[in-house]
C-alpha cells in the first residue's frame, strides 16, 4: 500500500509560479511511475505529467515549457514546478503513483489539492 500526500496547492495570479510537492510512504517509491493529474469542474481527470521509474518524462501540451516534474527517491518525493501559470491551470491537482509493470493492482492516489489561478 501507498499512501500519498499532496502540499503546495493555493491562489496565484497569471503568470505566477506554484511548486506543488507529493510526498509517498513506500520505501519501494523508486520503482513507480509518479505523476501529476488534474481535475478541473466540469471535466474528467487529465494527465498533467508523468515520470517514470527510468526518469523518463512525458507532458501534456498545455503546459509543456511551463510545468517541471522531478522526483527524489532517496526522499519519497516528487514535485511539480508551475510556471507562467494561466487561469486554464486551475483545478484539482492529484499526485499518482503507478506500478509499471502492474498497472492495475498498484494504482495509488493522493487526496488532491487544489490551485486557482487568477488576478
Known amino acids: 500500500q501507498v499512501q500519498l500526500v499532496e502540499s503546495g496547492g493555493g491562489l496565484v495570479q497569471p503568470g505566477g509560479s506554484l511548486r506543488l510537492s507529493c510526498a509517498a510512504s513506500?520505501?519501494?517509491?523508486?520503482?513507480?511511475?509518479m505523476g501529476w493529474y488534474r481535475q478541473a469542474p466540469g471535466k474528467q481527470r487529465e494527465l498533467v505529467a508523468v515520470?517514470?521509474?527510468?526518469?523518463?518524462?512525458v507532458y501534456a501540451d498545455s503546459v509543456k515549457g511551463r510545468f517541471t516534474i522531478s522526483r527524489d527517491n532517496a526522499k519519497n518525493t516528487v514535485d511539480l514546478q508551475m510556471n507562467s501559470q494561466k487561469p486554464t491551470d486551475t483545478a484539482v491537482y492529484y499526485c499518482?503513483?503507478?506500478?509499471?509493470?502492474?498497472?492495475?493492482?498498484?494504482?495509488?492516489w493522493g487526496q488532491g489539492t487544489q490551485v486557482t489561478v487568477s488576478s
Open positions: 515520470m517514470t521509474s527510468g526518469g523518463d518524462t
Open positions: 499518482n503513483a503507478v506500478s509499471p509493470t502492474s498497472p492495475e493492482k498498484y494504482d495509488y
Open positions: 513506500s520505501s519501494i517509491f523508486s520503482i513507480y511511475d
